[in-house]
C-alpha cells in the first residue's frame, strides 16, 4: 500500500502495529509501549502505558508537551498539580497542561492500561522527573 500525505498535517495515512514484545519498564514505575512517534505522523505521539495494581508512578512532567491520558481498562487516582485527586476508569480523558506535575495510581485489583497522546511528540528531553 502506497503511504498518502497530508501536506497540511505532516500525515502519512497507513497502519502502525503495536508490538507488546516491545514494552518496557521505566524509571517512573510503569510499563511503555511506544505505539506512534514517528515522521508517518509528526504532530502527535502515542503510547501505552500499564501500571501494575498498587503502583503509583513517580511524580513528573512534560516540559512544553500537552498529554492526554485516555483510560482503557483499570482503574486509577490521578493528581495532576493545583487539583484534587480523581478516580478515573475506562472510557476517562484526563488532559494535561505542559509543565504539570502529574503521577497517577493504581487503585484496583486489575493493571490500569491507557494510553498517552503527546502534542508536540514526545522526546526523552521533554521528561523531568521530580522525585
Given at each position: 500500500?502506497?503511504?498518502?500525505?497530508?501536506?497540511?498535517?505532516?500525515?502519512?495515512?497507513?497502519?502502525?502495529?503495536?508490538?507488546?514484545?516491545?514494552?518496557?519498564?521505566?524509571?517512573?514505575?510503569?510499563?511503555?509501549?511506544?505505539?506512534?512517534?514517528?515522521?508517518?505522523?509528526?504532530?502527535?505521539?502515542?503510547?501505552?502505558?500499564?501500571?501494575?495494581?498498587?503502583?503509583?508512578?513517580?511524580?513528573?512532567?512534560?516540559?512544553?508537551?500537552?498529554?492526554?491520558?485516555v483510560i482503557v481498562s483499570g482503574q486509577?487516582?490521578?493528581?495532576?498539580?493545583?487539583?484534587?485527586?480523581?478516580?478515573?476508569?475506562?472510557?476517562?480523558?484526563?488532559?494535561?497542561?505542559?509543565?504539570?506535575?502529574?503521577?497517577?495510581?493504581?487503585?484496583?485489583?486489575?493493571?490500569?492500561?491507557?494510553?498517552?497522546?503527546?502534542?508536540?511528540?514526545?522526546?526523552?528531553?521533554?521528561?523531568?522527573?521530580?522525585?
Amino acid at each position: 500500500m502506497a503511504a498518502v500525505t497530508d501536506p497540511k498535517k505532516g500525515m502519512r495515512s497507513g497502519v502502525r502495529k503495536a508490538d507488546a514484545v516491545d514494552e518496557m519498564e521505566t524509571p517512573e514505575r510503569c510499563y511503555l509501549l511506544e505505539v506512534a512517534n514517528d515522521a508517518g505522523d509528526e504532530a502527535v505521539s502515542i503510547a501505552r502505558a500499564r501500571v501494575e495494581p498498587g503502583t503509583t508512578t513517580a511524580w513528573h512532567r512534560l516540559k512544553g508537551v500537552a498529554e492526554r491520558y485516555v483510560i482503557v481498562s483499570g482503574q486509577g487516582r490521578v493528581e495532576l498539580a493545583g487539583l484534587d485527586p480523581v478516580v478515573v476508569s475506562a472510557g476517562d480523558v484526563v488532559r494535561i497542561a505542559p509543565d504539570t506535575p502529574q503521577r497517577i495510581a493504581n487503585i484496583g485489583a486489575a493493571d490500569l492500561v491507557f494510553y498517552c497522546v503527546c502534542t508536540p511528540p514526545f522526546s526523552p528531553i521533554c521528561y523531568e522527573a521530580l522525585e
